[in-house]
């Protein structure tokens, strides 16, 4: 399939399959005019990818995913999955400590005004 099917059937804009594509995530053919060409394995992957994306992950995260991006990406089937989603998900409790901490003071700040 081409990129604009692609794009199609996982919601990701072309822009997005070609940076996927070269952060190594995404592989594409080309075909003899050149144009880059899907199989259909690429939909699950791109799939993967946004939805580890929405969940938080970055595409740095994702890089030691890329062997099981075409795959269920459940911990018993990748192994390094469980370990990234635990990184990320203390980093992600920091920051939200961190962002309650400024609610509180802009909080106490409205109620001395």
Do not use: F
């Not at 190594?24 to 690429?42: F, K, P, Q, T, V």
């Not at 939909?43 to 970055?58: E, F, K, P």
């Amino acid at each position: 399939m081409r990129i604009g099917e692609l794009s199609d059937r996982t919601g990701a804009s072309p822009r997005s399959l070609r940076y996927y594509e070269q952060q190594g995530l995404i592989e594409s053919h080309r075909s003899g005019n050149g144009w880059r060409g899907y199989d259909e394995e690429a939909v699950r992957r791109v799939r993967n990818i946004r939805m580890l994306l929405d969940s938080g992950l970055t595409v740095a995260d994702l890089l030691p995913l890329a062997p099981c991006l075409g795959l269920d990406l459940d911990p018993e089937h990748c192994h390094r999955a469980l370990e990234i989603y635990r990184r990320r998900l203390g980093e992600l409790d920091r920051r939200i400590s961190d962002l309650n901490g400024h609610r509180d003071r802009l909080v106490r700040r409205l109620g001395g005004a």
